[in-house]
């Protein structure tokens, strides 16, 4: 089966510009997941979605950042605007049950200038 | 709330030797999931290993074992035959029972010298 796709796989931008990214996740996967690993450091978690619903996004900086995942499938990261302190991987990971772990993409390392 | 620590920022073994990675985590639960997950430099985060708390014995897949030690809460990982191809950075991660969370540790650099 096809894994977990995500895009751009770079990106840069000045502060202040909005920026987006998207993942596919694996197809029959109902739960989504967007991490955030900053430089040296493990993941954490920024969102999770039940099909299209958000379920915990406890620690989505909600002045900043979105996200959606429209008709439970696709899901997009938004950022709008960026600051200097938001350069790192973001990682998008899907799961049918989540106890036998999660399938992640290869994230999108975005640098902020 | 749970928090994973691995007390070893780097790590380096020479090609087929064996090498351990340390894991220590907190919880109040008393079923729970342990991963071991391998993201070498393309990024992407590869599951290793996963052990059940539930389950006494030992998770091991081909060369990677863990031992679990549920009263110290520790979960480290063995490596065996080290490979260049390990050469990666390896996170703990936990899991409570009910999947909907994977919490991970900072992880340690493994270098595999020939």
């Known amino acids: 089966e096809a894994g977990v796709v995500q895009s751009p796989r770079y990106k840069i931008i000045e502060k202040k510009q909005p920026v987006a990214f998207w993942c596919n996740p694996i197809?029959?996967?109902?739960?989504l997941y967007w991490y955030r690993q900053n430089l040296g450091q493990g993941p954490e978690l920024l969102i999770r979605?039940?099909?299209?619903?958000?379920?915990?996004d406890s620690q989505l900086p909600k002045d900043r950042f979105s996200a959606e995942r429209l008709k439970g499938v696709d899901s997009t990261l938004k950022i709008q605007p960026a600051e200097l302190g938001d350069s790192a991987v973001y990682l998008c990971?899907?799961?049918?049950?989540?106890?036998?772990?999660?399938?992640f993409g290869s994230g999108t390392r975005l640098t902020v200038v | 709330a749970q928090t994973v620590t691995q007390s070893q920022p780097e790590m380096s073994v020479q090609e087929a030797e064996t090498v351990t990675l340390s894991c220590t985590y907190d919880t109040s639960e008393n079923n729970y999931y342990l991963f071991w997950y391998k993201q070498p430099p393309s990024r992407q985060m590869i599951l290793v290993i996963r052990?059940?708390?539930?389950?006494?014995q030992n998770a091991t897949e081909n060369r990677f074992s863990v031992n679990f030690q549920k009263a110290a809460k520790s979960f480290s990982l063995k490596i065996s035959d080290s490979q260049l191809g390990d050469t990666a950075m390896y996170f703990c991660a936990f899991m409570t029972s009910r999947g909907n969370k994977l919490v991970f540790g900072a992880g340690t650099i493994l270098r595999v010298k020939s």
């Open positions: 197809s029959g996967h109902n739960t």
């Open positions: 052990q059940e708390a539930y389950k006494q």
């Open positions: 990971a899907s799961s049918r049950q989540g106890w036998y772990g999660y399938t």
């Open positions: 979605y039940e099909n299209e619903e958000a379920v915990d």
